[in-house]
């Protein structure tokens, strides 16, 4: 299934962040809710809706649920300290390969929680975005063999969302503030 309409409402509980933070190094902060807490990935060159890109994840850990509604400033001598900007918002579907680049969205909240701790685990995810600005088919995959251990691959699917030469920098504005990561940081 590939129309945003077309999503199922008792999926649309699982939502998800992405918070561009300007720490020691500028990054964007990529967090899915799975059960109650947001795995946590730290991507440096920020999200891309260029299926032919691949973004470098790497896996920071978890946060809570509330975590996902900061936009400020965390202050100096803190861990992460910086300016965060809510980059993107919104819901995602889990989704599983039914054959070779073959995807079918799990609309049954408790079986998508399953697939999505099961795949985490085993170090592939796959999950449908609905936010303001990532929108489609995704993927996050473990690079196991290369690069250190907590490094995983963001991958765009290719779908109707697709969006060539995409760069998260051409999209530099809070969705929920609409302020830029230096107004965030001077106090506007």
Do not use: C
């Amino acid at each position: 299934m590939d129309k945003l309409s077309d999503m199922n409402t008792k999926s649309d509980s699982l939502v998800f962040v992405v918070q561009k933070h300007a720490a020691t190094r500028l990054h964007y902060d990529f967090r899915l809710q799975i059960g109650e807490m947001m795995p946590s990935w730290a991507v440096p060159k920020g999200p891309t809706l260029d299926s032919t890109v691949k973004r470098l994840a790497m896996e920071t850990g978890e946060h809570d649920m509330e975590y996902r509604h900061f936009e400020g400033v965390i202050p100096e001598g803190s861990y992460g300290a910086g300016a965060v900007m809510i980059w993107d918002e919104g819901t995602y579907v889990p989704e599983i390969e039914t054959a070779l680049g073959v995807r079918q969205q799990v609309k049954d909240p408790a079986e998508g929680q399953q697939v999505m701790k099961e795949g985490l685990a085993k170090g592939e995810i796959k999950f449908f975005m609905r936010g303001k600005k990532l929108k489609g088919s995704f993927a996050l995959v473990k690079t196991h063999g290369f690069g250190p251990k907590n490094s995983w691959l963001l991958i765009k699917h290719k779908d109707k969302y697709v969006v060539v030469g995409y760069d998260a920098k051409d999209s530099d504005m809070s969705v929920v503030s609409k302020r830029m990561i230096e107004e965030i940081a001077g106090g506007k």
